[in-house]
């Protein structure tokens, strides 16, 4: 089972590439906005949305309560505030931010009413008993997580598919990681990541891609965090078969992540343009194509003689060219070496295009 795609059996069984539309906490704990983004996803091209589910209680230490939430948290994509908390600067766990079981339950059956996936991030125990009592498309590890092996035994241990985010890590701790999905027979897959909000190019390190493929086994997607599309464009190039974007209705919302997201008219951008160079990639066959006929029979050359020949002369390269004859007739040029050497049947006049039927055999 294990050895199977994970993307195919689990995700999507169709060859391009899986799209995940992370809108995370940027409905700033709106369920309203929530449905907005959840249509707009589906509108946009997204396979799934993904959001985050923490249990503030069971998150923190024992007699520790949350920090008091800071910051204004915009209502709908017009509200937009003068100033607004810089990225790194937020109270975490922010409270105001958590949707409840009531509304995961409601997110859900949405959801499978619009056809479009769910995928959620657990952020603590509670929670990853409560998502997989929920029954969605896959639980999904936030980097943060990924060398938290306490945590991912803990989810691992339910057997329920599993997508790992991978920022943040070295490849030696994602090997453990994986050994412990292995040790409890869970299916699994890991996505690569840079943990910057937002990541520069200069940080993305795609070639990561093909390394974590051969060294994990499995299918390796892209977890991005850029404001563009060249994180997601070549990580597809490189063969990431899921890919997730963080989402927002508005950049200049206020909140935590909306920032170092995709509008969705980007994001849809960003979903065409990834599909495209998958085609793109095509097949690794090299091959005469259907598409190139056109050209080639506009271009092609063909051999015709010199000088005249009298019947039984060889050919040789110094009584032969190739040139443009504007007829269907006549050996293509890469036929040279089945033709070199060969005898004519009959006396040919200097220009005559030179067919299989005047060599001997």
Known sequence: MLNVSFKKRYLSSKDEPYFIAEIGINHNGNINLVKKMISASKASGANAVKFQKRDVNDLLNYNLKPSQPIGYLSKNEK???????????????????????ENYFKIKNYCKRIKID????????????????????????????????HFCEYIAKKKYQTIISTGMCTYNELLLTKKIFLKYKTPH????????????????????????????KCDIGFSGHGEGFVGTVGAVALGANVIEKHVTL?????????????????FEDCINIAKKVYVSLGSNKKRFLKSEKILHD???????LIKNHKKNSRLDRKNLKTALVYSKSGILPNNLYKILGKRLKRNLNKGHIIKFSDLKK
């Open 250 to 266: 508005n950049k200049k919302m206020a909140g935590p992540d909306h920032a170092a997201s995709l509008e969705f008219e980007e």
């Open 298 to 304: 506009v271009l092609i050359r063909k051999f015709v």
């Open 118 to 149: 769910l995928i959620v991030s657990p952020w603590d125990e509670s929670s990853v008993d409560f998502i997989c009592d929920l029954k969605i498309k896959a639980i999904k590890i936030a980097s943060i997580d990924a060398n938290n092996y």
């Open 79 to 101: 509200d937009i505030p003068k100033k607004s908390v810089k990225f790194g600067n937020w109270a975490y766990p922010d409270t105001r931010l958590e949707l409840s079981k």
């Open 189 to 216: 897959m890991f996505l690569h990541c840079t943990s910057s909000y937002p990541s520069n190019e200069t940080d993305k390190n795609l070639n990561c891609i093909p390394v974590l493929k051969k060294l994990l």
